[in-house]
């Protein structure tokens, strides 16, 4: 897939004030600082779209960007063809210990209560910090999705932190715990969004669903 234009459209503190369009939308979740906003710069390719900080808690609403792109198979004919219009949503980040009770309650059911009714929301991209043994925080949640049967992926993120034998590892070792809940594995990514690793594979399997919406 080849991205032609990414643009902030709106930053929403509910799901009722999320945009009324019907493009398909690709929300990002995971723990706070895992790395979402980073992630959504590298794949559009434009860093600063989504802010990003190195202090965990920074997004704290529900931030919708516009995404124009064609399929690489349509590169040459790019101008005849219209482009695919899709939306990617960057979420806040959930167990971050030093919010107050009362502001992390307020978020997860920000969260929950859009992840539950955005009839928009084609995939949810749950990211995992490629460098940590399997987190009861993440396991819970995918738990909660699978109870509620909302389509997920796994992103592991920060790959380029350590040697590419640990990342395999911590990921192999996150799966097999997955499949102590699950028949079939959900599918995966591994991820860098400083040397971009893994950009090209979501961005496929991003367009593979989006085709698949229109079949
Ligand atoms: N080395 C490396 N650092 C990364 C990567 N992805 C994110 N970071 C760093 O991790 C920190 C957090 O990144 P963000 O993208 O803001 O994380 P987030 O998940 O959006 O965080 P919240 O919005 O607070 O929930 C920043 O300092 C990033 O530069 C990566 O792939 N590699
Ligand atoms: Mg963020």
């Known amino acids: 897939m080849i991205i032609k ?17 019907t493009e398909p939308e690709y929300a990002f979740i995971g723990r706070s600082n895992v790395g979402k906003s980073s992630l959504i710069n590298m794949l559009t390719g434009h860093n600063g779209l989504a802010k990003t900080s190195s202090m965990p808690g920074k997004t704290i609403n529900i931030n919708y960007f516009l995404i124009s792109s064609v399929a690489s198979e349509n590169r040459d004919r790019a101008k005849e063809k219209k482009d695919d219009e899709w939306h990617i949503v960057d979420l806040p980040g959930y167990g971050y210990a030093k919010r107050s009770k009362q502001e992390q309650d307020k978020l997860v059911e ?44 796994i992103v592991f993120t920060k790959a380029d932190k350590q040697s590419h034998a ?50």
């Open 5 to 21: 234009n990414a643009r902030y459209i709106v930053s929403s503190p509910k799901v009722q004030q999320c945009p009324q369009s």
């Open 110 to 153: 920000m969260i929950h209560n859009y992840i539950l009714h955005r009839e928009q929301l084609v995939n949810l991209f749950v990211l995992i910090d490629s460098r940590h043994n399997p987190q009861q925080i993440d396991l819970e949640f995918i738990e909660w999705l699978g109870e509620n049967g909302i389509p997920f992926s």
């Open 166 to 215: 640990k990342t395999l590892g911590n990921v192999h070792t996150f799966l097999k715990k997955l499949e102590e809940q699950w028949e079939e594995l959900p599918p995966y990514f591994v991820t860098s969004s400083e040397n971009r690793q893994g950009r090209e594979e979501l961005l496929d399997y991003i367009e593979e669903v989006n085709k698949s919406l229109r079949a």
